[in-house]
């Protein structure tokens, strides 16, 4: 035994200008790091999960993307939902827009004492008669019924008494005229919003059919 060696389970430093082997980690402690051969000491290699050729990872990356998909389908179901609802909605609201002119009509067609402006409200009352007919049968064919209050969801009691105010001061036929013009422009333009936001070709035909007879009252 070396009597100046005084750490008989370490190994001897090697000559001086000789380096360790490459490769292999210098776990001799020294004095500085008397724990070197434990911070020095090889890394185990890291476990993965998943291999990248694994049946398990193409399983799941298989789900993964069955799911992404579902959810997509799920979101524009919800979507195509939505849009229908909106336009049922829109439908029913032009039904009691034409049910307020059909009643506006028929006062005209009663009040006046003019046969121009008789005509012109029977003219109208009977087009947009034949304009509701239609759209309710469309909508009868898509398994929505109206209820008698959202049918008259539009009626204006305030024209009543307007009329009835006109008929005093002799100015019924100008203040019916004023009134069902702006009943008839309001409605024409709700036709060509519903028109736009339609979402098959039949109820677009109808909107359409409907608009023109609209402008063709208001010439």
Same mark, same amino acid.
């Given at each position: 035994? !070396?009597p &100046? &060696?005084l750490n008989?389970?370490?190994?001897?430093?090697?000559?001086p200008g000789?380096?360790p082997?490459?490769?292999?980690? &210098?776990m001799q402690?020294?004095?500085? #790091?008397?724990?070197?051969? $434990?911070?020095n000491?090889p890394?185990?290699?890291?476990?993965?999960l998943?291999k990248? #050729?694994?049946?398990?990872?193409?399983?799941?990356?298989?789900v993964?993307a069955?799911?992404?998909?579902?959810?997509? $389908?799920?979101g $524009?179901?919800?979507?195509?939902?939505r849009t229908?609802?909106?336009?049922?909605t /829109?439908?029913?609201s032009?039904?009691a827009?034409?049910? @307020? $002119?059909i009643?506006?009509?028929?006062?005209?067609v009663?009040?006046s004492?003019?046969?121009?402006t008789q005509g012109? /409200?029977?003219?109208t009352?009977?087009?947009?008669?034949?304009?509701q007919?239609s759209?309710? %049968?469309?909508l009868?064919?898509k398994?929505v019924?109206?209820?008698?209050i959202?049918?008259?969801?539009k009626? &204006?009691s %305030?024209?009543d008494a *307007?009329f009835k105010?006109?008929k005093?001061n002799?100015?019924f036929n *100008?203040?019916?005229? @004023?009134?069902l013009? !702006?009943?008839l422009n309001?409605?024409?333009?709700d036709?060509?919003?519903?028109?736009?936001?339609a979402? #098959?070709?039949?109820?677009?035909?109808?909107?359409s059919d409907?608009y023109?007879?609209v402008?063709?009252?208001?010439k």
């Amino acid at each position: 035994m !070396d009597p &100046n &060696n005084l750490n008989p389970g370490a190994m001897p430093p090697p000559p001086p200008g000789q380096l360790p082997p490459q490769g292999q980690p &210098n776990m001799q402690p020294t004095a500085q #790091n008397p724990y070197g051969f $434990i911070l020095n000491a090889p890394h185990p290699p890291r476990r993965t999960l998943l291999k990248p #050729n694994s049946l398990r990872s193409r399983l799941l990356l298989v789900v993964g993307a069955g799911f992404v998909v579902i959810l997509a $389908i799920i979101g $524009i179901s919800s979507l195509l939902t939505r849009t229908s609802q909106g336009n049922v909605t /829109a439908l029913k609201s032009l039904v009691a827009e034409q049910q @307020e $002119i059909i009643r506006v009509a028929g006062l005209g067609v009663s009040g006046s004492s003019e046969l121009i402006t008789q005509g012109w /409200a029977e003219t109208t009352k009977l087009s947009v008669t034949s304009q509701q007919k239609s759209l309710t %049968k469309y909508l009868a064919s898509k398994q929505v019924v109206l209820l008698p209050i959202e049918l008259s969801a539009k009626k &204006n009691s %305030k024209i009543d008494a *307007e009329f009835k105010t006109a008929k005093t001061n002799n100015r019924f036929n *100008e203040v019916f005229l @004023e009134t069902l013009k !702006d009943n008839l422009n309001a409605y024409a333009k709700d036709l060509k919003t519903s028109y736009q936001n339609a979402s #098959n070709s039949e109820s677009k035909k109808i909107l359409s059919d409907s608009y023109k007879s609209v402008t063709l009252l208001l010439k």
